[in-house]
């Protein structure tokens, strides 16, 4: 039975160990034990902001998915609330099990009973099958995501 | 002299005023006075988060541009921060005249001093302007930006 909650500081090497297991993260991220401070730091970071929530999908004791919920407040649509979607991971050998489409159900659920009137992400444009994804889920891609590094 | 600085509740007709003078903005947003109710509560909600900095450009005592930057930590890149921009607009009167850069060049400094390495953001696929604007201030846009109406 996979159920989803708020993730606590025990389920960090599991989630970090996620986010490294991807081609784009495998070059930006380091799973290594003892995690390095900024993870450790970064945690508590989100774990003290009412406005953020960590969330992982287990089954039974093993942490199986990861995303990250931002709920932010702005002027724009009349003051509407938006969820931000970010850092969404399945472990590698659950993947194509239905697990994501879950995860995000239960994601836009809290995004709803939070008040929010949009759900927002980004995603890289070469994850064409993460695209197929999200268009199977509603989303609309009418945005261009620009980063710059500093 | 062109200054930046958190907004006040006394800017808000003026930035709800700039948020609706916009092709987009047109159809979503109410400038009407006295403001909906929504957009005072917004502001009270992004006031009251460390998190969050709505800011003006003033010219004397007018307000001629806003934006609102949110400090995000997430675990991803070894625990970064990153500054997300959203909200960016310019006064009517006022546009072309490179205000739009000053307003980026000092919330992009906003980043920095906050510990961030990355700046995003995201703007509809239609604002070809913007899309040379942000590559022009070294944004690539390496992402898609999905929403979905809740």
């Not at 290594?32 to 508590?44: H, I, R, T, V």
């Not at 695209?131 to 500093?150: A, D, N, P, V």
């Amino acid at each position: 039975m996979i159920t989803f909650r708020r993730a606590q500081a025990s389920d960090l090497p599991a989630i970090v160990a996620m986010l490294a297991d991807d081609p784009l993260g495998a070059t930006r991220e380091d799973a290594s034990l003892p995690l390095a401070q900024g993870y450790l730091d970064a945690f508590a970071a989100i774990d003290a902001d009412p406005n953020q929530l960590l969330a992982v999908a287990v089954d039974g004791a093993e942490v199986i998915g990861t995303l990250q919920i931002t709920f932010l407040a702005g002027l724009s649509r009349k003051g509407a609330w938006r969820g931000q979607i970010e850092a969404v991971r399945v472990a590698g050998h659950r993947r194509s099990g239905g697990i994501g489409r879950l995860m995000f159900e239960w994601a836009i659920d809290q995004c709803r009973s939070r008040g929010c009137s949009l759900v927002q992400l980004t995603t890289d444009k070469g994850r064409a099958d993460a695209h197929r994804f999200y268009e199977g889920l509603g989303f609309t891609g009418s945005h261009i995501g620009y980063k710059k590094t500093l």
